[in-house]
């Protein structure tokens, strides 16, 4: 049962323009969603996260918005550059679990053309 | 500062052998994670520790798989009679106690491999 779900593996985008990925997940007891970027060979690293009690959080050139009635998250970049071009994975979190155990989707292939 | 490191990279293994992977979290970081990375798939949950005590193990997949902290700063897990269904990509991940942010700080992995 994949509770955490990313159906597009991948994106291919144009430097400059906006990139959107999106997630899904059906848990309900989910409160608090992360974006993690994977480079080849390497961990991977946090992004930005966003609480259930808001519908947007934004750290530079990312945003993440959050839908809770369609349980549905989205991270867009804007503008991309060819050095996002990595692997993005959605991952939530059940705050009554108390320590963050993390559920993660399939992840989305970025490529950003120069 | 360092971050999450585990050893060895990588680690090719015969069918029936057992394997030990190790990571070393971040200094000071209660929160220790291990995480199994299917080729093409996101991180899966395997155990959790708070310090050196195991709270959760739920998503180790059989008996056969094992971890430790026992001084609640180095892991070890470990992997008896391997199975070519073992091959994988075993993350490291650890977060310090009271982040709001459930953020965690994923190592490089270790990529095992069964043939």
């Known amino acids: 049962d994949q509770q955490v779900k990313q159906n597009s593996p991948s994106l291919s985008v144009q430097e400059g323009r906006i990139s959107i990925l999106n997630c899904d997940y059906t848990n309900s007891m989910f409160d608090y969603f992360l974006w993690y970027k994977k480079y080849p060979a390497e961990g991977p690293t946090f992004l930005i996260s966003?609480?259930?009690?808001?519908d947007k959080n934004e750290d530079g050139r990312f945003t993440v918005f959050l839908n809770k009635s369609a349980k549905h998250l989205s991270l867009h970049i804007v503008p991309s550059q060819p050095g996002d071009s990595a692997v993005y994975f959605c991952?939530?979190?059940?705050?009554?679990?108390?320590?963050?155990?993390?559920?993660f989707g399939q992840g989305t292939i970025l490529t950003v053309h120069p | 500062g360092a971050g999450v490191s585990q050893s060895p990279r990588y680690k090719v293994a015969k069918r029936g052998q057992d394997v030990a992977l190790r990571c070393d979290p971040i200094s000071g970081h209660v929160s220790l994670f291990w995480y199994q990375q299917a080729l093409g798939q996101g991180p899966e949950f395997l155990t959790y520790?708070?310090?050196?005590?195991?709270?959760?193990k739920s998503g180790l997949p059989s008996d056969r798989f094992f971890a430790e902290r026992p001084e609640g700063s180095v892991s070890t897990l470990k992997i008896q009679r391997t199975q070519q269904e073992d091959s994988a990509v075993y993350l490291c991940a650890s977060s310090s106690r009271g982040s709001l942010t459930y953020e965690q700080y994923f190592g490089p992995g270790t990529r095992l491999t069964v043939t």
């Open positions: 966003i609480s259930s009690i808001k």
């Open positions: 991952a939530a979190s059940n705050g009554g679990t108390s320590y963050g155990k993390l559920t």
């Open positions: 520790f708070q310090n050196e005590a195991q709270l959760d």
